[in-house]
């Protein structure tokens, strides 16, 4: 079965410094990957996606992430923290089974202080 | 495109009360996605349906929800009665079949308080 482990509850950087949201997959095909964001009382919107072309994959807002299938990881990063990034991020992988259904990762609360 | 879009956006109602929340989904769609989001439990995937018709129900927690999709352009999640516990953030999503990984769009959510 598919599934996404989060590595991190919460995330505190400085604004202006690097960013890493850490995401482990498991999947028994090749998978599809998403990082989704959520902002304070707002839906989700997609960061990012990869399907199995560019193993680095860039998102909106200077997002990127980088596919390592030898670690079965989906990393999310940012070279440098704006107030605006804070936010919840959610890894996700496609449902293998071709119903369009996702499985979400418990999400990483990102806190950016000034 | 407007995107998914849901109403209402909040409502608040007393414990017993029947609740409608209602969704159209993105145009061209053919699948949709209803999820509740909590505190505790995160973000749960209730139930989809593939043009039209219901595929996977069983994240609906208990008989007391029940949700329909008449048409491609609407859908409804109803609650009757409602309870306290069922306070939270049902959110709809959309996408279409083989297109975009299967990537969702999700609506902007309808915050619900049962009090």
């Known amino acids: 079965a598919q599934s996404v482990t989060q590595l991190d509850s919460h995330v505190s950087v400085s604004e202006g410094t690097p960013v890493l949201l850490r995401c482990n997959y498991s999947s028994s095909y090749s998978p599809s990957l998403f990082w989704y964001v959520q902002h304070p009382n707002k839906g989700l919107q997609l960061l990012l996606k990869?399907?199995?072309?560019?193993?680095l994959v860039k998102g909106i807002n200077g997002f990127e992430a980088e596919f390592k299938k030898s670690e079965t990881s989906f990393h999310l990063t940012k070279p440098s923290a704006h107030m605006s990034d804070a936010a919840e991020y959610f890894c996700v992988v496609s449902d293998f089974s071709n119903t369009g259904k996702l499985i979400f990762g418990q999400g990483t609360t990102l806190q950016v202080k000034p | 495109d407007a995107g998914v879009i849901q109403s209402p956006r909040h409502e608040v109602t007393e414990m017993g009360q029947e609740v409608t929340l209602r969704c159209k989904p993105i145009?061209?769609?053919?699948?949709l996605f209803w999820y509740r989001q909590t505190m505790m439990r995160g973000l749960e995937l209730l139930i989809y349906f593939n043009n039209n018709v219901p595929i996977d129900d069983s994240g609906m927690p208990e008989d007391r929800f029940s949700a329909k999709m008449p048409n491609a352009s609407f859908s409804t999640l109803k609650i009757q009665p409602s309870e306290p516990r069922d306070s939270a953030v049902y959110f709809c999503?959309?996408?279409?079949?083989?297109?975009?990984?299967?990537?969702?769009?999700f609506g902007p959510g309808t915050r619900l308080t049962v009090t």
């Open positions: 990869y399907t199995s072309a560019a193993t």
């Open positions: 145009s061209g769609h053919d699948y």
């Open positions: 999503a959309s996408n279409i079949n083989g297109q975009g990984a299967y990537e969702q769009y």
